[in-house]
């Protein structure tokens, strides 16, 4: 039940009302201070630490379990040779252990320059601030064309804000988030650790246009004409001319560099090919089910971009 005081309350000019308005200003301002995200107060630097679900940016912040970071950077298949960067890099835990357990170079991007200082001091006592660094600055308007892996723990939305950017990463770039995924981009691999997932995209190379495919069949050089008319994200499609027929590409997948696809030849057989992309040349090993030999192929002209549409 609701019940109604207006008509008891004061008018807004009687000396209690204004009092009472006056002491609803204040108290509104307090909470809206106190409402504030926590770097936009003056803290001292050198004590700041950060809560779980505190208010950034774009999302709230949540520590990945320790387990998951492994994970995930194991998933990125992260080496001493590697530069990692972390978006949205919080407490940069992601970071140190890229340079700390891994031996690669690392760099995170924050918004929140108490969280960058912060990091910035984890890093020097764990021993690793010439290989972990850290940015105040804003992932929708940094470079990051130089990573080799790139992680993330953003929402789906932000994943997909991203995606344009990250599909026109050079091929081969390794991309592993947490928990959140890519649309209607498939992920090449999932994981699960420390009570949550965490996938892996490689960034493919567009194989999409007319090839020139050489390979040996029963001893006799082929050179067929293969069109690749659509690639999906990582799934092409085309066909392989064979004389007066032609057959479509079967399993057809770009993983990174590399491309895979298998189809029947005029003597019956299945043959499955395997390499790496590189501009416009691809050069691999074609199996039979009993042999391998090599092949290559010859882009001879380029075709549509990757689509992306979900």
């Known amino acids: 039940m609701t019940r109604t005081l207006a008509s008891s309350a004061p008018s807004a000019t009687h000396p209690a009302r204004r009092r ?6 204040a108290a509104l301002a307090t909470a809206l201070w106190t409402a504030a995200p926590a770097w936009a107060q003056k803290e001292n630097p050198e004590t700041y630490q ?17 387990e998951l970071v492994t994970r995930m950077l194991q998933l990125g298949g992260v080496t001493k040779n590697d530069y990692v960067i972390d978006l949205g890099a919080g407490d940069g835990k992601i970071v140190i252990a890229a340079a700390k357990e891994f ?3 690392g760099h995170g991007i924050e918004y929140n320059p108490d969280m960058v200082a912060h990091a910035t001091r984890r890093a020097q006592a764990a021993g690793v601030s010439d290989r972990a660094r850290f940015e105040k600055a804003d992932i929708f308007e940094s470079d990051f064309s130089k990573a080799d892996v790139i992680t993330m723990y953003l929402l789906p939305t932000l994943n997909l804000k991203l995606r344009p950017t990250l599909m026109k990463l050079k091929p081969g770039t390794r991309l592993v988030t947490h928990a959140f995924t890519m649309g209607g981009w498939q992920p090449d ?12 995209w490689l960034v493919p ?14 001893g006799r050089q082929q050179n067929l004409a293969m069109s690749v008319e659509r690639q999906r994200y990582q799934f092409p ?17 770009v993983m990174g ?24 040349k691809i050069e691999g090993q074609v199996h039979d089910g ?12 380029d075709g549509p971009a990757i689509e992306t549409a979900d």
Not at 50 to 66: N, Y
Not at 189 to 200: C, D, H, K, Q, V
Not at 237 to 253: M, N, Y
Request: glycine content about 14%.
């Open 20 to 25: 009472l308005l006056a002491l609803g200003s």
């Open 50 to 66: 950060p809560q779980s679900g505190q208010a950034g940016k774009d999302v709230i912040w949540v520590p990945t379990p320790d």
């Open 103 to 105: 031996g690669a170079r």
């Open 189 to 200: 691999e999932t994981s699960r650790a420390g009570g949550a997932n965490a996938y892996l």
């Open 205 to 218: 190379a567009n194989v999409s246009g007319q090839w020139q495919l050489n390979y040996s069949q029963s």
């Open 237 to 253: 499609e085309g066909t392989v001319q064979l004389g007066a027929a032609d057959t479509s590409l079967r399993d057809a997948r």
């Open 257 to 280: 560099e590399r491309v895979r696809f298998a189809f029947t030849g005029t003597d019956g057989v299945l043959r499955t090919f395997e390499g790496k992309v590189n501009g416009g």
């Open 290 to 301: 009993k042999k391998s030999e090599r092949f290559t192929a010859t882009r001879k002209g």
